[in-house]
């Protein structure tokens, strides 16, 4: 016995959290899926709306057309049809679609995603055959000026500068660009989730590329958002595929929502923006080396500004996808997936180098571009998806398990079914 330890005393610091989810492979094959339909154009762009309220008065109906169809242009048209295909391929994977992400604060930055629920408060009348669950997917970076002008903001900024009405660590800084396009449509995501938050439903954050930084981000906040407001923390986990690296340590450690983070092959997006430590390693021998040798001034003004950056760097439990034949025929990719092993948790980067590396030389290519599609982690998650559950849909085979285990524990079998003891 430890003498200087007062066992359990700190009663109010001994409970803990039921509904922060563990990790499921069937769920990251869920969200993944969910991930690629955010990307789906349903929204009518609210630059549009905000545009044609500006102007109705002034403008011309020709003028406002014009506008129209150049913005349509650049942001996808919003078609009526578009959106109810989307609700139907939701529907057969038991999802509601709550809404879909709108900017409030006047400030266009093209962030788009999904709100979906199996347990919809304004139809209770739905009927889907998964538990009650909140899904918030943010889309990720597609082929729009908006878009680049986010990826490429990444000086760092303190997050409460835009995401404010939470607390933030002191030393916290976060990528510049995905907290200006959290904070463009944090207001009315705030307003579609408390109620279901309220309810103690749990809520899944996920998102592709630019997305998955996104959902982080929106875990960060949203947790402490939750605590100081309702009482509770009902987000249950974050799951974000081939996601940039969102801030620094000191921010990424506040996060005690569980996040999962794969990463296919050789997608290059994680590895985005760049760590500063090696950077800052080199430096450091340099400034060692002074004492030795005598380097011009602008040397030292270099190293001053190097050893002065803050690191990004990534938070979670990481999923790397293995590499896999480079071939266009998703037949043969997924003859190879039913064998080979496909996935590995928490790999150390020597591990993901020298996997990457032996797949080029016998390979003699690099697919950096199709790596990163979401496509290929929705391909390579079916089937570890699978493997990992072969027996989850053979209901006889269930049965018979149950059955013979029922048969070799009578006891606890009767005890599990009558919810009473019973004496041997």
């Given at each position: 016995m430890?003498?200087?330890?007062?066992?359990?005393?700190?009663?109010?610091?001994?409970?803990?959290p039921g509904n922060r989810a563990p990790y499921s492979d069937r769920m990251a094959y869920l969200l993944a899926q969910v991930s690629s339909l955010a990307y789906k154009p349903i929204e009518v762009p609210q630059l549009v709306a905000d545009s044609i309220r500006a102007g109705a008065e002034e403008a011309s109906v020709n003028s406002l057309l014009q506008l129209l169809a150049k913005i349509q242009a650049c942001y996808g048209a919003a078609d009526p049809a578009q959106r109810e295909a989307l609700i139907g391929e939701l529907d057969r994977g038991g999802l509601y679609l709550v809404d879909n992400l709108k900017h409030t604060d006047g400030n266009y930055t093209d962030t788009q995603g999904l709100v979906l629920t199996t347990r919809p408060l304004d139809n209770p009348g739905y009927k889907?055959?998964?538990?009650?669950?909140?899904?918030?997917?943010?889309?990720?970076t597609e082929k729009s000026w908006a878009d680049v002008k986010t990826d490429l903001r990444f000086n760092m900024v303190p997050p409460g500068e835009y995401l404010r009405g939470v607390t933030w660590p002191r030393g916290a800084v976060a990528h510049a660009g995905?907290?200006?396009?959290?904070?463009?449509?944090?207001a009315g995501l705030e307003e579609h989730l408390k109620p279901y938050a309220a309810r103690d439903y749990p809520i899944f954050f996920t998102g592709h590329s630019l997305g998955g930084a996104l959902a982080?981000?929106?875990?960060?906040?949203?947790?402490?958002?939750?605590?100081?407001e309702i009482g509770c923390n009902p987000i249950a986990a974050c799951y974000t595929f081939g996601a940039p690296r969102l801030g620094n340590a000191a921010l990424m450690g506040l996060c005690k929502t569980p996040v999962y983070r794969y990463v296919n092959a050789a997608d290059p997006v994680p590895?985005?923006?760049?760590?500063?430590?090696?950077i800052k390693f080199g430096m450091s021998l340099l400034k060692g080396m002074g004492v030795l040798f005598s380097f011009p001034r602008w040397v030292h003004w270099i190293q001053r500004k190097v050893l002065?950056?803050?690191?990004?760097?990534?938070?979670?439990?990481?999923r790397f996808l293995l590499p896999v034949p480079d071939t266009s025929s998703v037949e043969e990719m997924s003859a190879h997936l039913k064998t080979a092993p496909s996935l590995v948790a928490n790999p150390s980067t020597g591990f993901q180098v020298t996997s990457l590396w032996s797949y080029v030389l016998r390979r003699?290519?690099?697919?950096?571009?199709?790596?990163?599609?979401?496509?290929?982690?929705?391909?390579?998650?079916h089937w570890w998806t699978k493997r990992q559950n072969a027996d989850q849909g053979d209901t006889v085979k269930q049965a018979d398990t149950r059955k013979n285990w029922r048969e070799l524990n009578p006891v606890a079998a009767a005890e599990a079914v009558e919810g009473a003891p019973v004496e041997p």
């Open positions: 430890n003498k200087h330890i007062d066992y359990f005393s700190d009663r109010q610091h001994l409970s803990f889907s055959p998964l538990p009650p669950l909140v899904i918030v997917a943010f889309r990720g995905f907290t200006e396009g959290l904070a463009s449509v944090v982080n981000l929106a875990c960060l906040h949203f947790e402490q958002l939750f605590r100081s590895k985005l923006p760049p760590e500063a430590y090696w002065g950056l803050r690191s990004y760097c990534h938070q979670g439990s990481v003699r290519k690099m697919r950096f571009v199709k790596d990163h599609s979401i496509e290929n982690y929705i391909i390579k998650l």
